[in-house]
Nanobody, 126 residues
Framework: QVQLVESGGGLVQAGGSLRLSCAAS????????MGWFRQAPGKEREFVAS????????YYADSVKGRFTISRDNTKNTVYLQMNSLKPEDTAVYYC???????????????????WGQGTQVTVSS
C-alpha cells in the first residue's frame, strides 16, 4: 500500500512559478516510477510528467515541456514538480500517482496507476 500526499499548490500570476511536492509512504519508494497528472474543470485527467525509478528517465507532456521539471529525492520519499512560466491554461488540480510496481517503467498515461494522492489546486491568473 502506498499513500501519496501532495502540497505546494496555490494562486499565482501568469509567468510565475510554483513547486509541487508529493510525499510517499513506505520503504520502497525508490523502486517506483512516479507521475504527475492534472485535471481542469470539465476536462479529463491528463498526463503532465513522469520519472522512472532510475532518475535518468523523465517524460513530459508537450504542453509543459521546457517549463516544468520533475525530480525526486529518494532520501525524503518525495517527488517534485517545478513549474515555471505558468500560464492560465495550467490551472487544474494536480495529482501525483504511481503504479506501485517495483522497477516498473515510467508511464505517460493515467491507466495503470494504482495509487493517487488527493490532489492540490493550482490556479494561474492572467
Amino acid at each position: 500500500q502506498v499513500q501519496l500526499v501532495e502540497s505546494g499548490g496555490g494562486l499565482v500570476q501568469a509567468g510565475g512559478s510554483l513547486r509541487l511536492s508529493c510525499a510517499a509512504s513506505g520503504r520502497t519508494f525508490s523502486m517506483y516510477a512516479m507521475g504527475w497528472f492534472r485535471q481542469a474543470p470539465g476536462k479529463e485527467r491528463e498526463f503532465v510528467a513522469s520519472i522512472g525509478w532510475s532518475v535518468s528517465n523523465t517524460y513530459y507532456a508537450d504542453s509543459v515541456k521546457g517549463r516544468f521539471t520533475i525530480s525526486r529525492d529518494n532520501t525524503k520519499n518525495t517527488v517534485y514538480l517545478q513549474m515555471n512560466s505558468l500560464k492560465p491554461e495550467d490551472t487544474a488540480v494536480y495529482y501525483c500517482a504511481t503504479e506501485g510496481k517495483p522497477f516498473g517503467g515510467a508511464t505517460t498515461t493515467t491507466g495503470g496507476m494504482n495509487y493517487w494522492g488527493q490532489g492540490t489546486q493550482v490556479t494561474v491568473s492572467s
